[in-house]
């Protein structure tokens, strides 16, 4: 087990392409750092460089207190779970498990011993002797993770380990990843570009864009309290509602009624670089069907909208509200625009969407009425997409 | 409600059993052609070798009796016995053998590091290395004879092994196919191996090499094969009775013992072989090694 640190890590291509810049992270000794961001963002590029497969530009990278930079691969002491699990196709599971503790020159009995316990651990006992082929996309998968777990490394990092499992199999292997991680308490470097997994297997998430980090954080802070539009607009789903806001002397008017301003939002418009606009950020769960609500606490805003598209999720709806053109957030900070291929989807900016539980009597082309707390609003400079509140949670 | 079927369009009717005849026409033609093309082909191809046969089982008289017939009224070996009593045949066999196989084990070995090499390192002068190889495919090699016999009389070495392996083993194709080929293999086993605390010569041997079966197989065929059929460098490089191959020593039971039809028919018989048991053995490997490499 070892800590990880990433300072200034840069990385450059030879046709100039800046594909990572000026990484700065901190990894702690058994912790799972996630590296999650739309494809293209660096992702992968850093946890390459990580493992000495890719040649760092600029920065240091250090491993267990020693700097590795020109390390090769081999000395690093790190083992690593491909997208496509790179199994040697031409040897057993046994041989392939087998592989990286022959190239450490350690005795046969002992290998032998080794791959024994792993495959107990990861249940590959009775296919130590099949070939990659003859074996299904979980089994090959907890292969690749026998491989690397068999060395008893000092850090593990997975590239995508999942995404290629089918949707059951990924929320099964998923599982079943965190309770060996847990197990083993492996420093771990996770890239991934699906949120979920993002949520629900890190301790912290490292959020990247364009080659930058975002926002470093526990998926709990990530969520309830983003850096940035992209990071707000990136987890979640389905995705956090932004929309354009005017203000008015004590007054923010926003596409879903005025507001009046509190402390907190006085504070937050302080902070930003415009006074006049800012983009206001809503979770869809932090909308609330007024039909289903008794007594609605003091200062809530309300409003009413007609159902554009219904999604019956089977816990719960997901009800989108078509708003118009005048309220869409601006195409260069919409983050939508820039996560391409990411599991949040494109949403147009004049789309709000509500998670409504099951109950609600919520029909397409109905209009209904829902409210939401002004605390729970997220208020971003509309120039820089920097958040500029303290969310309620 | 209204019926379905009032609301989906209608499906284009299944074609009737004459219009998919019809359709199939051609199809069936033109397999036809090929394989009446590709027959006579063979044909061709398969007349002289059976000739070439045929004749060495007559006795001589018979070979140039007129008019030519295919049947052999007296079947003998004795052109066999003659070809292995008369000339040094058994060791031109020796020779050919020991030159086939280490050339072709020199090659395979030679162009699979380059090709690995090529395809996966990354290092200074890469591309020049490399076009400078593919340059080696164009040139001739009846151009390269001249100064290979002046380089290796020079050194003397003419008349040893030396001078009939060593200038047929650099293959600049045989380089091309390997890198192409590890080009399609996924880098990721590399990588994973290198993470697994592999060297380079470690990927190469045990990962790289071991899933390159299919173009090692179709280089080592084929090279075998050319270097058992080549003449010209031999011719030039093994004055020697002792020293020559199959081939050039072919051309001295033609040139030295007048023509005899049986005897040239027999050597021919005998020195191609090897070659068709290497064929017989490694067939589906040559098939392999066609359609995967292109090769041929």
């Known amino acids: 087990m070892s800590e990880i640190a990433l300072k200034g890590l840069t990385k450059r291509f030879d046709d100039g392409t800046l594909a990572v810049e000026d990484l700065n992270l901190e990894i702690g000794d058994g912790e799972l750092m996630i590296l999650v961001g739309p494809s293209g963002c660096g992702k992968t590029t850093a946890l390459r460089m990580i493992a000495g497969l890719e040649e760092i530009s600029d920065g240091e990278l250090w491993i267990d207190g020693e700097l590795v930079n020109d390390f090769p691969p081999k000395h690093r002491d790190i083992a690593m779970v491909f997208q496509n699990y790179a199994l040697y196709p031409h040897m057993t599971v046994r041989q392939n498990m087998s592989f990286g503790l022959e190239q450490a020159k350690v005795d046969k009995d002992e290998i032998a011993r080794k791959v024994k316990e792993t495959a107990e651990i990861l249940d590959l006992t009775e296919h130590l002797d099949r070939r990659p082929g003859q074996l299904s996309g979980g089994q090959r998968q907890r292969v690749a993770m026998g491989r690397a777990i068999v060395r008893d490394p000092k850090a593990f990092l997975m590239d995508e380990p999942l995404s290629n499992l089918d949707a059951k199999l990924r929320t099964q292997m998923r599982t079943e990843l965190a309770r060996i991680q847990n197990q083993l308490g492996t420093t771990t470097v996770y890239v991934t570009h699906d949120q979920i997994e993002a949520m629900t297997l890190g301790d912290r998430v490292a959020v990247m864009r364009r080659g930058i980090l975002q926002q470093v954080a526990s998926p709990r802070e990530l969520y309830e309290q983003p850096a940035n539009l992209f990071v707000a607009g990136f987890m979640g789903s389905p995705a956090i509602n932004l929309l354009t806001a005017q203000v008015e002397s004590d007054t923010l008017r926003s596409p879903l009624g005025d507001v009046a301003l509190d402390r907190r939002l006085r504070d937050a418009l302080e902070h930003g670089d415009r006074t006049d606009r800012v983009i206001i950020g809503l979770r869809p769960e932090h909308l609330q069907d007024a039909a289903l609500t008794e007594r609605m606490p003091d200062g809530t805003v309300t409003f009413s909208g007609e159902v554009s598209v219904l999604e019956a999720m089977g816990a719960e709806y997901y009800a989108h509200f078509d708003l118009g053109d005048q309220t869409s957030v601006s195409e260069a900070i919409d983050p939508s625009h820039d996560a391409e291929g990411d599991p949040v989807g494109r949403r147009h900016g004049n789309d709000l969407v509500a998670r409504l539980p099951i109950n609600s009597d919520v029909h397409e082309g109905n209009s209904i009425k829902l409210w939401f707390e002004p605390g729970h609003l997220h208020v971003f400079d509309p120039e820089s997409g920097r958040r500029l509140t303290e969310a309620k949670a | ?296």
């Not at chain 2, 284009?12 to 394989?35: E, I, M, N, S």
């Not at chain 2, 093994?238 to 040139?255: E, F, H, K, W």
């Open chain 2, 1 to 296: 409600m209204s019926s379905h079927a009032a609301e989906t369009p209608s499906r284009p009717a299944a074609p009737k059993a004459r219009d998919r005849q019809l359709v199939q026409r051609p199809d069936v033609l033109f397999r036809r052609c090929v394989t009446g093309v590709v027959i006579a082909l063979a044909l061709l191809w398969l007349v002289p070798v059976a000739w070439a046969l045929d004749t060495s089982l007559k006795a001589e008289p018979d070979t140039i009796k007129i008019p030519v017939s295919w049947a052999i009224p007296h079947l003998t070996l004795s052109a066999y016995s003659l070809d292995f009593s008369a000339t040094d045949i058994g060791r031109w066999y020796i020779n050919s053998a020991i030159v086939a196989v280490i050339v072709t084990v020199l090659t395979v070995f030679t162009a699979s590091m380059a090709g690995y090499a090529l395809s996966r390192q990354r290092f200074r002068g890469k591309p020049l290395v490399y076009a400078a190889i593919l340059a080696g495919i164009m040139i001739p090699p009846q151009a390269l004879m001249v100064p290979l016999f002046r380089e290796f009389q020079s050194v003397h070495l003419i008349n040893t092994y030396w001078a009939l392996i060593l200038p047929q083993v650099p293959a600049p194709i045989a380089v091309f196919i390997f890198k192409k080929f590890f080009d399609g293999q996924p880098i990721e086993l590399d990588q994973a191996a290198r993470v697994d605390g592999a060297s380079w010569w470690t990927c190469y041997r045990r990962i790289g090499l071991p899933l390159a079966r299919s173009a090692v197989s179709a280089v080592a065929i084929f090279t075998f094969v050319w270097t058992w059929n080549n003449f010209l460098w031999p011719f030039l490089s093994a004055t020697n009775q002792n020293m020559m191959t199959i081939p050039v020593g072919l051309g001295t039971v033609i040139s030295g013992t007048g023509i005899i039809n049986a005897l040239q028919m027999a050597s021919a018989v005998l020195g191609a072989l090897p070659l068709v048991m290497v064929f017989l053995l490694g067939q589906r490997q040559i098939v392999e090694g066609v359609a995967g490499t292109g090769l041929k």
